[in-house]
């Protein structure tokens, strides 16, 4: 007994949106009590409605009313929770105010487990067991608990809205289908239904192959940049080293340079010193003999003078300056010459390969966006004449070897390797590397079957015979766009795909070889994408076409 009071106790100071006792309890004008911030939780998510509800009794309040603390239940709540009331334990089988209740219920309401589209009513656990037992009840339908049944009604006729009607696009009841939308385009509601769910499966597919397809390009991007960043790491490393060792070579030139330099200096100094010892040695002998001659100049007795004078000695030969030449002063000025010139044409080298190498690395381009608009295509223009070589017996070169015509008659050709000899087929003179861009013109004769192919080729693709290792699209090392009377297909390696898009004349080819994308474009006001492919191209690429009937054209046009 006593638990079952305390239970009742813990119920009335609980908060009913919480669930958990009353904190900082505040009473709304109906006289219910909430936690301040539950209370205004709830509200602020009403702010756009402009009005206020109270979760309990559902009283709406404009405007937003003050809510002032009551002081009396927070000082009883702190009376009671010394006394070791605690939180009420959540019940889950009562809706709250975000849950949709049973409309059955009285009293205080459960959550509801289903809603009825028949009865337009939702059911608890326990109401709903008439429609899980009773077989009157077997053919309702039943959902996911939901809060706008009573949309439903038709609140003209009040009945349920079972009908559609195409005509003005929206649901009505069988009433409405016989008076105001009488001559409507009017279907069950049931069948709308499945012909939209068609539609939305359609418009999910399409989402899904989208999703796989960003996947893939984002799986692409991401191998990209880790290629790009060891790319650059390798570059860094490898510019380093090369940089340290012409620097290490610098430095053993210089080093070799300075050793030269010394052991000159030694050797000259050595000859400059031995030279210098001499002439001082004879400076001295010179200053002897000098002495001693004046000596016997100043002896007075005549005899005396006379006696000694022949036991003088005889001069040696003079080591006088006269005798070698010195070189003006200019030491080692021609070789710091010498290095001012090997620095100036270095100087040069760096100066010349900086900008080299800086126009390398800003030609660094991962293309993360194709062009978009025409004008960003027509950067990449690549100008296309087609190779005479090549061209089918059947096939009709002029405007300069850029237009095609099929012929009805052989024009006799000269036999040639690179002909193809069965399908009326041509390729271009020029290999397609890097990023180009180029338009073909088709024209269509009178034949039924009359299109023209557009396509890139590899070199190799064979040219001899009939089989499907020589036409565009039918092998491994060709690309086509078939471009029909009223349609596209894409054919690669003998695989089909449908294409759809905008019919024109005009269609564009945008290549971007390191890349590996090939890209089909309907050209007229704008540019419409008609297909992509993803790929990695092995070898330089041709254009071509194909012809497949009497009387087809197909002109490159120039783009410049």
Known sequence: MEQQENHLDRERFCCRICVDLLEDPVTTVCGHNYCKSCINTHWDKEEEKGSYSCPQCRQTFTPRPVLEKNTMLAALLEELKKTGLQAAPADHCYAGPEDVACDVCTGRKRKSLKSCLNCLVSYCEKHLQPHLQSPPFKRHKLVEPSEKLQENICSRHDEVMKMFCRTDQQCICYLCSVEEHKD?????????????????GLRRQTIQQRVQDTEKDVKLLQQEEEALNGSADKAVEDSEEIFTEMIRLLEKRSSDVEQQIRSQQETEVSRVRELQERLEQEITELKRKDQELKQLSDTEDHNQLLHNYPSLSPLSGSTHSSSFRICPLRDFEDVTAAVSQVRGRLQDILSETETQILQIVSQVDVLLQQPETRADFLKYSQEITLDPNTANRYLLLSEGNRKVTSMSEDKYYSDHTDRFTYWDQVLSRESLTGRCYWEV????????????????????????????????????????????????????????????????????????????????????????????????????????????????????????
């Not at 409507?184 to 939305?200: C, G, I, K």
Request: glycine share 10%; charged share 20%.
């Open 184 to 200: 409507h385009d009017t279907v069950s509601a049931a069948a709308e239904r499945t012909e939209r769910q068609r539609e939305l």
């Open 441 to 560: 013109e088709v024209g269509g004769g009178v034949g039924v079957l009359g299109g023209v192919c557009v396509a890139v080729a590899y070199k190799n693709i064979r040219r001899a015979g009939h089989s499907d290792e020589c036409g565009f699209g039918y092998n491994d090392k060709s690309w086509s766009l078939d471009c029909l009377r009223d349609s596209y297909n894409f054919y690669h390696n003998s695989i089909k795909t449908p294409v759809s898009g905008p019919v024109s004349s005009r269609v564009g080819v945008y290549l971007d070889h390191s890349a590996g994308v090939l890209s089909f474009y309907s050209v007229s006001d704008t540019m419409t994408l008609l297909h992509r492919v993803q790929t990695t191209f092995t070898q330089p690429l041709y254009a071509g076409v194909w012809l497949l009937d009497d009387g087809d054209t197909a002109e490159f046009c120039k783009l410049k």
